[in-house]
């Protein structure tokens, strides 16, 4: 039988496009399931570095707290304050100009002078109360080197998730991009259809009518572009975080 109002000719277009759109929408949807995967990877990767900065922190605080224990035996038991103030003062005499250490750099010139002292005079280092407080300490720098090294093992993870990241939203970007122009496509090729014109398809029940339209109720495509967004913004917070790898 000859269509001779062009409906079937319609409903092999509709149904073809609707197919194409049903696998783009599909695509989307499993580009940004993987977006979300590697969210849950970059923020758990975030976390962990956070994790290693406060172990870090903690155990340098024992170690300062250790080598002011050591600090005291040290000057309660030997020379020590008397030979370091010498060496200090000798020290200042070379230097022609005045020099404001930050904190730190003053606890490694007193920890390593207390180290160097224990090097010149080993019979102080192999007594018990020494001993003991010197293998807390050699544990403690042990660990803080442990976790250094996690801690830079993390950063390298979190930049390279940064890396794939952009690329991949870009991905996603592109196959909303793809979908959308294939519905303007598909809406476009409908309407120029000869029932889609017609008198016939004025007086065609909703029914008959949705058989030659797309049917985009279960899309949400614009829910998904502000999903892209949402992780976008994430990338990039996460990118202004401190990621520098430390020395150890």
Known sequence: MIDITGKQDAIAIREEYQKALDFSHEAVKKQ????????????????EIQKFKKDIIADEEEKVKSYEALGNLLNKETNFEKEMMKTSQKARGKLNVKISPKFKDVDDVKFNAMQDYLD???????????????????????????????????????????????????????????????????????????????????????????????????????????????????????KRQDLEEMEY
């Not at 995967?37 to 976390?47: I, Y």
């Not at 250094?148 to 909303?176: H, P, W």
Request: proline fraction near 1%.
């Open 120 to 238: 010149k005079y080993p019979e102080y280092a192999s007594k018990s109360s020494f001993k003991r407080i010197l293998e807390k300490i050699e544990s403690i720098e042990s660990g803080i080197k442990k976790t250094k090294k996690e801690y830079n093992r993390a950063v390298t993870d979190v930049l390279r998730e940064l890396a794939y990241f952009q690329s991949n939203i870009m991905n996603a970007k592109d196959k909303v991009k793809r979908f959308k122009d294939q519905l303007k496509e598909a809406n476009e090729k409908l309407k120029e259809m000869r029932f889609l014109k017609s008198i016939a398809y004025k007086l065609s029940s909703e029914r008959e009518k949705r058989r030659v339209i797309i049917n985009t109720l279960y899309y949400r495509i614009e829910e998904k572009e502000r999903t892209i967004d949402e992780l976008k913004k994430e990338v990039e917070k996460a």
């Open 32 to 47: 940004i399931g993987h977006l979300y995967n590697m969210n849950h990877k970059l923020k758990w990767g975030l976390s």
